[in-house]
């Protein structure tokens, strides 16, 4: 608020603000802002020169031109563009931190770091949950993690595995340690073995079969794909698709979440879910626009 207020004496009345934030909504930074009407998000990823992928996050008051304005200027940047609608976490990352928490909750259950990871990249990610969580920081996953969590509830409630790893100082890539060890170059060296110390389990490790790991990461990432399409945070599955694939690594040969829910069926997912809700409630509620698409036998995507 601050710097808008400061930035806002000083250029046209017809300038716009935009904001990389990743998680806080965009309204609330408008708040401080003289006209709300040209505050908008423009949501880079990291690392910004690989990673294809803009959102561009509208509030109610966001005016079309800034938008358009935005938009164009992400496209001439060279960038795949989806525009969202404000929400905390936006599309991305909202879908992002119940995969991110379920691999959490393994880690809470004495599962390995690189069995967790070595199961999602066999399925297709470019690299393993915990893998990314050390290569952003685990400092901004906390912080997202907790404004997440008080806008959602018990269902993106943070690890503590998450929670005590970064209590402990260890920031990822970053300061070089993490649940992973860094050489000098910040090359990955492997697991750091004394960061089961700080785990609930302790260094006692448990074994989980990869098509589990695989299925409570995925359908918990999946579920929430739909939840935000349910709240109108994106405006079609199509957009879901692009920000997965290209926003975080989503398997392309796998289509995106809504393809691959159209793939297995929905009525299949929804009986997965509730089977995992059994066990995990409330993390794996079937979001009620999936129990009618299965209900109803219809498709999220079309191959026209």
């Known amino acids: 608020h601050a710097v808008l207020r400061e930035v806002e004496e000083v250029i046209p009345r017809d300038a716009i603000f935009a904001s990389n934030t990743s998680t806080i909504p965009i309204a609330k930074i408008a708040d401080a802002s003289r006209d709300r009407s040209r505050v908008i998000g423009m949501h880079f990823f990291s690392p910004?020169?690989?990673m294809p992928l803009l959102e561009v996050i509208v509030t109610p008051e966001t005016d079309a031109?800034?938008?358009a304005t935005v938009r164009s200027l992400g496209q001439r940047l060279g960038?795949?563009?989806?525009v969202v609608h404000d929400s905390p976490g936006f599309y991305v990352n909202r879908t992002l931190a119940p995969y991110i928490n379920?691999?959490?909750?393994?880690?809470?259950?004495?599962?390995?770091?690189?069995?967790?990871?070595?199961?999602?990249?066999?399925?297709?990610?470019?690299?393993?949950?915990?893998?990314?969580?050390?290569?952003?920081?685990?400092d901004i996953a906390g912080e997202s993690g907790k404004i997440m969590?008080?806008?959602?509830?018990?269902?993106?409630?943070?690890?503590t595995s998450l929670e005590r790893v970064i209590a402990a100082g260890r920031l990822g890539r970053k300061n070089r340690k993490g649940f992973y060890l860094y050489d000098e170059t910040g090359e990955k060296k492997g697991v750091d073995s004394s960061v089961y110390t700080l785990l609930p389990t302790g260094a006692q490790r448990s074994t989980l079969p990869e098509e589990d790991i695989q299925q409570r990461s995925v359908l918990a990432l999946v579920n929430e794909a739909v939840r935000c399409l349910e709240d109108g945070?994106?405006?079609?599955?199509?957009?879901?698709?692009?920000g997965a694939v290209f926003g975080f690594g989503f398997p392309p040969f796998r289509g995106g979440p809504f393809r691959y829910i159209d793939h297995l069926g929905a009525d299949v997912v929804v009986k997965k879910l509730e089977e995992l809700n059994d066990r995990y409630a409330p993390r794996f509620t079937p979001t009620e626009l999936l129990v009618e698409h299965a209900r109803k036998k219809l498709p999220f995507t079309s191959l026209k």
């Open 102 to 138: 379920e691999a959490g909750r393994m880690l809470d259950e004495g599962v390995a770091v690189d069995a967790i990871d070595k199961a999602l990249v066999a399925f297709g990610f470019p690299v393993g949950p915990i893998t990314l969580i050390d290569e952003v920081g685990l």
């Open 149 to 159: 969590s008080a806008s959602f509830g018990a269902r993106l409630t943070p690890s």
């Open 48 to 50: 910004v020169p690989k």
């Open 233 to 242: 945070v994106i405006s079609s599955a199509r957009d879901g698709e692009v």
């Open 79 to 82: 960038k795949t563009v989806i």
């Open 65 to 67: 031109a800034v938008t």
